[in-house]
């Protein structure tokens, strides 16, 4: 049994056709979420029932000190690709929640595809960050813009909420221009904004 790899990744089907591979020995993500859902869509395939999902929007958690959590795509990657694209960020200690947890730092950064206004990728470093990626992930999943989380109430006082005020900086940005358009950040009136960022 080899694993060749575009067989696997489509249907996780070996190059025995009636064995299917799931988990850490199917080249990807090595992770517990990962192999589970590999092991459904392997399940699904071999017998040959209607397809559900594929293995492409998955998070990664990180249970370090402090906890990182991402989903879909990173701002590098977009760069790279010359995709056109907007943030938004909050940071914890710009949270009520944050603030009572004494969290003096950390961050979740939502990130947008321009001029669409679809949520793609999703990014959270400090407290609860595997935690709080499961809002983004399934906003995305589901098309979720910035009036998704903007149009939301949230608990009070909540980590989550910090959701809603990534939107809302992502919303202010995209108006006052602060996006990526394919080779240059365009900073708009607002220059700090991606100084770290722009070229030159
Ligand atoms: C230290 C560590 C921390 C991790 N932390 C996380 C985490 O926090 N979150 C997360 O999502 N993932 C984590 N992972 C990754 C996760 O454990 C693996 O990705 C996941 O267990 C893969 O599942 P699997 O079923 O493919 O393989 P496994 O869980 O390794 O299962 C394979 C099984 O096959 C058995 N086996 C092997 N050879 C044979 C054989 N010849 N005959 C019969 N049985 C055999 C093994 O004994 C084992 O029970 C961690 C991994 C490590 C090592």
């Not at 990962?34 to 559900?52: G, H, V």
């Not at 990130?111 to 999703?122: D, R």
């Not at 595997?130 to 983004?136: N, S, Y």
Request: with cysteine; glycine share 10%; proline share 5%.
């Amino acid at each position: 049994m080899r694993h060749e790899q575009g067989l696997l990744e489509e249907r996780f089907q070996t190059n025995v056709p009636n064995i299917y591979a799931a988990g850490d020995v199917v080249s990807g993500i090595a992770l517990s979420s990962t192999a589970m859902k590999e092991a459904r869509l392997a399940m699904i395939n071999a017998f040959d029932l209607p397809s559900r999902g594929d293995i492409t929007r998955v998070p990664i958690g990180v249970w370090t000190i402090p906890e990182l959590s991402m989903v879909g795509e990173t701002e590098e990657r977009l760069r790279k690709e010359k995709r056109h694209h907007f943030v938004g960020r909050c940071r914890y200690n710009q949270n009520p929640r944050g603030t009572l947890i004494g969290e003096p730092w950390g961050l979740l950064k939502l990130i947008f595809s321009a001029p669409e206004n679809q949520l793609v990728g999703v990014h959270v470093i400090g407290e609860n960050a595997c935690e709080l990626i499961a809002c983004g992930l399934v906003g995305m999943n589901m098309g979720a813009t910035t009036s998704t989380f903007v149009d939301s109430c949230f608990n009070y006082p909540s980590l989550s909420d910090m959701d809603k005020y990534a939107a809302y900086d992502a919303m202010g940005n995209f108006e006052r221009g602060n996006y990526y358009r394919g080779d240059n950040w365009i900073a708009g009136n607002d220059p700090e904004l991606f100084a770290e960022e722009t070229p030159g």
